[in-house]
């Protein structure tokens, strides 16, 4: 089945130790997203590609990095982890379409997730 | 801005029973999309169900329905026949069209008791 698979599903990490998340999909998705969850919270938008293209939201930590190697890949870097950073991370992806100048986006679809625990 | 209410942080409801999860959204937008999220305790995300604001019929999915009122900018969901398997947090997510960003709400956790 055609889906996002995040890896590794839980992941301790040291105070100021870097930690990357990784996450792929086999829909051939044109869009993925990470967000941050913190415990009964709705998701955090911490960035997006569209393809290659990297777009940040304005409050997203400059210790959050990410990477797009290619289609199916991509990472998410925590440069240096406070106790602040632990939650837990998902992966999503979407399928933007365009016909002409009218673009829309499909729903997202969700990795498991992967649970951050900082020491 | 726009903004989406769930003014619901708990809810119960016996098996086999009927629960409505209410969900309220603010926009000057006249074209969007609105969907409902279920998030079981540990597991992934999924899609329960999905609007376009263009259309008038409510939509459906097996026992899961929405009642859409666009005027009053209401955006409901019913799930019948409750099944243990519902037991979830349920997030009402809203995009403008041509935009890819969700804005949620901030969830409602339903119960269904045994």
């Known amino acids: 089945d055609a889906m996002v698979i995040q890896n590794p599903r839980y992941q301790v990490t040291q105070f100021g130790k870097p930690v990357t998340l990784s996450c792929s999909q086999t829909?051939?998705?044109?869009?993925m997203y990470w967000y941050q969850q913190k415990s009964s919270q709705a998701p955090k938008l911490l960035f997006h590609?569209?393809?290659?293209?990297?777009?940040n939201e304005a409050d997203t930590p400059d210790n959050f990095q990410s990477r797009r190697p290619n289609t199916s890949f991509c990472f998410l870097d925590i440069r240096s982890p406070g106790l602040g950073d632990a939650a837990m991370y998902l992966c999503?992806?979407?399928?933007?379409?365009?016909?002409?100048?009218?673009?829309?986006?499909?729903?997202?679809?969700f990795g498991p997730g992967t649970r951050l625990t900082v020491l | 801005a726009q903004t989406v209410t769930q003014s619901q942080p708990e809810m119960s409801v016996q098996e086999a029973e009927t629960v409505t999860l209410s969900c309220t959204y603010d926009?000057?937008?006249?074209?969007?999309?609105l969907f409902w999220y279920k998030q079981p305790p540990s597991r992934q995300m999924i899609l329960v169900i999905r609007q376009e604001a263009y259309k008038q019929q409510n939509a459906t999915e097996n026992r899961f329905s929405v009642n859409f009122q666009k005027a009053a900018k209401s955006f409901s969901l019913k799930i019948s026949d409750s099944q243990l398997g519902d037991t979830a947090m349920y997030f009402c997510?809203?995009?403008?069209?041509?935009?890819?960003?969700?804005?949620f709400g901030t969830g409602t956790r339903l119960k269904v008791l045994a």
């Open positions: 590609y569209y393809d290659k293209d990297f777009n």
């Open positions: 999503a992806t979407s399928r933007e379409n365009s016909s002409g100048r009218v673009v829309w986006y499909n729903e997202q679809f």
């Open positions: 926009t000057s937008e006249s074209n969007y999309y």
């Open positions: 829909l051939n998705h044109n869009v």
């Open positions: 997510a809203f995009m403008t069209s041509g935009t890819y960003k969700y804005i």
